[in-house]
């Protein structure tokens, strides 16, 4: 299996359940997770035979764009979108963290991880 990451992806945006976190916003770190099969892109040195990191950074900039009260709702988004437009794509596991919760305490930030195969089952 071959994978594609991308890593500690910044953006701002408004996602949130209070009020003003739909106002003020604040930094999130994405991390992504993808695997399909690389192996022709790696014969043959071209990019239609891969996925672009571009055009996945692309749809998670798009989407965070959309506000949510949670961050479970941008994930699943997020990974419908990247598998909708890669079908070829057998699992993604994506990670958001914002980074400025309104919580007590100090901390680097509060996260959730989604993921989905998209194998089918035997």
Do not use: C
Request: net charge negative; proline share 4%; glycine share 4%.
């Amino acid at each position: 299996m071959s994978k594609i990451y991308l890593e500690d992806i910044k953006v701002y945006a408004y996602h949130g359940v209070l009020p003003e976190e739909n106002t003020i916003g604040t930094y999130y770190i994405l991390n992504t997770e993808l695997h399909t099969d690389l192996w022709k892109a790696a014969e043959s040195d071209d990019l239609n035979d891969t996925i672009s990191y571009a055009d996945i950074n692309d749809i998670i900039h798009d989407e965070m764009k959309i506000k949510s009260k949670l961050l479970e709702h941008v994930a699943g988004r997020i990974i419908a979108a990247l598998h909708k437009k890669f079908p070829q794509i057998d699992y993604i596991k994506l990670k958001i963290t914002k980074t400025a919760p309104p919580m007590k305490g100090e901390m680097r930030g509060a996260s959730i991880e989604l993921e989905q195969s998209f194998k089918p089952q035997n």
